[in-house]
């Protein structure tokens, strides 16, 4: 089974849209993905900003990131904590601030990152995925 770690920009484009980023989250069963504990309270924090902009109401938004988050493995700190160091001076060096755990939770189950933001890109020891690159996996 292969693991990949989940991005916040990939959960807030599952909730902007019904396309095939929500579809390979929900629909992928030789995939286990995998995200820091912490990724819900960071989209639920812009949840009232995807409603107004997808034009939905929040309820749906709310409910589409309940299915959403089901799919994916929440992982504490304490699982990735070895990796920590290693992760900051990686973020730090690839100006990638404040991505320290997804580098982290990587490095530890040696997985890719599913991501749509270019700040993974720039971390050499880490391979960075688009949503393409697991389309052609599948």
Same mark, same amino acid.
């Given at each position: 089974?292969?693991?990949?770690?989940?991005?916040?920009?990939?959960?807030?484009?599952?909730?902007?849209?019904?396309?095939?980023?929500? *579809?390979? =989250?929900?629909?992928? $069963?030789? #995939?286990?993905?995998?995200?820091? /504990?912490?990724?819900? %309270? @960071?989209?639920?924090?812009?949840?009232?900003?995807?409603?107004?902009?997808?034009?939905?109401?929040?309820?749906?938004?709310?409910?589409?990131?309940? *299915?959403? =988050?089901?799919?994916? $493995?929440? #992982?504490?700190?304490?699982?990735? /904590?070895?990796?920590? %160091? @290693?992760?900051?001076?990686l973020a730090a060096a690839a100006h990638a601030k404040g991505d320290e755990d997804y580098i982290a939770l990587a490095l530890a189950l040696e997985a890719p990152i599913w991501t749509l933001d270019n700040d993974f890109r720039r971390v050499p020891q880490i391979?960075?995925?688009?949503?393409?690159?697991?389309?052609?996996?599948?």
């Amino acid at each position: 089974m292969r693991r990949i770690v989940v991005d916040a920009s990939v959960l807030l484009a599952a909730l902007f849209k019904d396309g095939s980023v929500r *579809d390979i =989250l929900l629909n992928t $069963e030789d #995939v286990t993905f995998f995200g820091p /504990s912490y990724i819900a %309270g @960071e989209v639920e924090r812009h949840l009232s900003e995807v409603a107004e902009r997808a034009g939905l109401p929040r309820g749906t938004v709310e409910s589409v990131l309940a *299915d959403v =988050l089901s799919a994916i $493995e929440l #992982v504490p700190p304490g699982i990735y /904590s070895f990796a920590l %160091g @290693e992760a900051r001076n990686l973020a730090a060096a690839a100006h990638a601030k404040g991505d320290e755990d997804y580098i982290a939770l990587a490095l530890a189950l040696e997985a890719p990152i599913w991501t749509l933001d270019n700040d993974f890109r720039r971390v050499p020891q880490i391979q960075a995925i688009a949503t393409g690159d697991i389309l052609r996996l599948l």
